[in-house]
Nanobody
């Protein structure tokens, strides 16, 4: 099983980035996929989720700025981030859960991609 993120980088406040996550080795389309982020010294923060039907939900802190999408055929997950602020800086991880529930921990994690907003 592999989840590989890409698309991170450095951007100025107000800019945009598009993160991608390529999954392999498991039935991607049957998993609840999501994005988390983490800054040093803090726990991982949930950013958003897309379920097997394509329904999305995002954290209030990113609502209206971040959009989650996926392509089951390509087993890829995306996070479009617009109007970025320094508070959005951190390591971004994609993760796969068997069920979209706060009570179910992700089974699979990517290695993360760094986002830095200045």
């Amino acid at each position: 099983v592999q989840l590989v993120e890409s698309g991170g980088g450095s951007v100025q406040a107000g800019g945009s980035l598009r993160l991608s996550c390529e999954g392999s080795g498991y039935p991607f389309s049957r998993y609840c996929m999501g994005w988390f982020r983490q800054v040093p010294g803090k726990g991982r923060e949930w950013v958003g989720t897309i379920d097997t039907e394509g329904m999305t939900s995002v954290a209030d802190s990113v609502k209206g700025r971040f959009t989650i999408s996926k392509d089951d055929g390509k087993q890829s997950l995306h996070l479009q981030m617009n109007n970025l602020s320094p508070e959005d800086s951190g390591m971004y991880y994609c993760a796969g859960r068997t069920v979209c529930s706060d009570h179910v921990k992700p089974r699979y994690w990517g290695q993360g991609t760094q986002v830095t907003v200045s």
